[in-house]
């Protein structure tokens, strides 16, 4: 994904608007400032890469502390989708400011012709809107973007096409979408977020194709619960096939920067979301040092994969700090590290996760 070229275009795109219309402002259209929870540092951050779980410190092998650390990789990956389509409203706003509904132009990269409309009071999906903003690629009418909200309190949906909004990015397919889910109308958080992609194309033992993230905010506490889908991974066991998902729970300080994180490595086809035990690091790593041939491991080695794997793991603004509940570092209260109640998405459902947009 992109997501630093598509914020560019953008945000050039809204600075356009801006400067070619000359009417008079009419601001009638009240566009969202806020339309995503950030996550703190210590469960997310773009440090990583997706071949973390597999080059590990470099060593040929992959530890449980190593696992861990990539998790806040694939977090980051879903937190910085919503700040993408977050980032569209802002050309909403320089349109309703500028007092235009309907704006066409030539898309900077690929030349296409782009419309950006906005629209009030749509039903789509069912459900009732204020406003509405979609992006068209006029060619044949591709739907690029479409962002629905209400006000009062703030909710909606945004959807965003990366192929259809620059047909230059070859690492974008038609099929791939990305897609927030906002409310300041939860019931157990001021304000949540789900973030959702799907049909990303997977290449080699190092990427994601789909991925659901939950994320609630109270105060300075953030809460995630999610899944990221990897459909060619191996972990030790090369002959292990099928997928599996990266399944977590987690919450985040704010203030304090420190982050605490349950994760599970079930198979993408396991149809429960009940995995935080039966497919924990540890139980995962474990099993796997056993599916490979006798000798494979020293005994050295089968302690160093295992040491850090334990459940949960805990994290500081750094990063991975130590695993397991024995291991609980003064600085992490009894609350705030029991994860209890929360569980993620079920694993069946994230590989065969598909996004489109709302009718």
């Given at each position: 994904m992109r997501v630093l070229k598509l914020s560019i275009a953008l945000l050039s795109l809204g600075f356009f608007i801006a400067c070619s219309n000359d009417e008079e402002p009419n601001v009638d259209i009240p566009v969202p400032e806020q339309f995503s929870v950030d996550i703190?540092?210590?469960?997310?951050?773009?440090?990583?890469?997706?071949s973390g779980r597999t080059t590990g410190d470099g060593d040929g092998k992959i530890e449980g502390d190593?696992?861990?650390e990539s998790l806040r990789y694939?977090?980051?990956?879903?937190?910085?989708s919503a700040e993408i389509v977050e980032f569209t409203l802002q050309v909403g706003a320089v349109l309703s400011a500028n007092n235009v509904r309907s704006f066409r132009y030539d898309g900077e990269d690929d030349g296409r012709e782009k419309r950006i409309d906005l629209n009030e009071d749509v039903t789509r999906g069912g459900v009732n809107y204020e406003y509405e903003m979609t992006l068209v690629d006029t060619e044949n009418d591709d739907l690029a973007l479409q962002v629905l909200w209400n006000?009062?309190?703030?909710?909606?949906?945004?959807i965003l096409n990366p192929y259809h909004l620059d047909r230059t990015d070859l690492d974008a397919d038609e099929s791939a979408f990305l897609r927030i889910d906002y409310t300041e109308d939860h019931t157990d958080y001021e304000a949540a977020m789900t973030v959702s992609i799907a049909g990303v194309v997977a290449v080699e033992n190092v990427d994601i194709n789909n991925l659901k993230l939950f994320v609630g905010k109270n105060g300075d506490i953030v809460e995630v619960m999610g899944n990221s889908n990897h459909p060619n991974i191996n972990i030790i066991d090369p002959d292990y096939s099928g997928g599996r998902n990266y399944a977590f729970v987690g919450r985040g300080d704010e203030s304090t920067d420190l982050g605490v994180v349950k994760l599970a490595?079930?198979?993408?086809?396991?149809?429960?979301?009940?995995v935080l035990e039966d497919y924990s690091v540890y139980a995962v790593l474990e099993a796997e040092i056993n599916a490979v041939a006798e000798g494979y491991f020293t005994q050295e080695e089968i302690e160093e994969i295992l040491a850090e794997a334990g459940s949960p793991a805990y994290f500081n603004a750094q990063g991975f700090i130590t695993s397991g509940v024995d291991n609980k570092p003064s600085s992490f209260s009894g609350e705030f590290a029991d994860l209890a109640g929360m569980t993620p998405f079920v694993p069946n459902d994230i590989k065969n996760l598909s996004i489109d947009f709302v009718q």
């Open positions: 703190p540092g210590s469960i997310s951050s773009n440090t990583g890469s997706l190593e696992i861990y694939f977090i980051h990956i879903g937190e910085q006000t009062n309190p703030v909710s909606g949906l945004a490595l079930p198979p993408s086809s396991v149809e429960t979301g009940d």
